[in-house]
């Protein structure tokens, strides 16, 4: 029993540590945040944060939830489950980046009402990236 708390212990602190360290650089890094980046560009940043962040809830379908919830059963092969989620969420993620590659010049005058030619980029390398942290968010729910 004293081995799993103090191995427990161990995992929290080490977590905890790397959360701490994660907003510790994010606060280092202020002063050169507000030197080089003007208000626009914070409000840039945030824009494309949020798409991240609704193409990774939306082209998930639910599927980490479902991984929590049938890894555990004892009638279902756990690789089996992983491997479709993966299928599942490579086709779903898949999709929206087509979608969002094809009417990302809409998307960047739509939310940003701008024409600059880095907005099509920034907008396409922010799928991209939300692709990739969508297949790798079922592998992060293990």
Avoid: C, W
Wanted: no cysteine.
């Amino acid at each position: 029993m004293f081995k799993k708390l103090i191995s427990f212990l161990s995992d929290s602190l080490t977590f905890g540590l790397s959360g701490m360290l994660a907003q510790l650089i994010g606060f280092v890094l202020l002063p050169v945040y507000t030197r080089y980046l003007n208000p626009t560009d914070y409000g840039v940043i945030a824009m494309l944060a949020i798409i991240i962040a609704v193409f990774i809830t939306v082209s998930g379908l639910g599927t980490n939830e479902a991984i929590f919830k049938y890894y555990r059963d004892v009638k279902i092969n756990n690789n089996q489950l992983i491997s479709n989620a993966f299928l599942i969420v490579l086709f779903s993620a898949s999709l929206f980046l087509l979608f969002g590659l094809i009417s990302g010049e809409f998307i960047f005058k739509l939310l940003l009402e701008d024409d600059t030619k880095n907005g099509l980029l920034m907008i396409n390398l922010t799928l991209l990236i939300a692709f990739f942290m969508s297949l790798n968010s079922v592998f992060n729910s293990l």
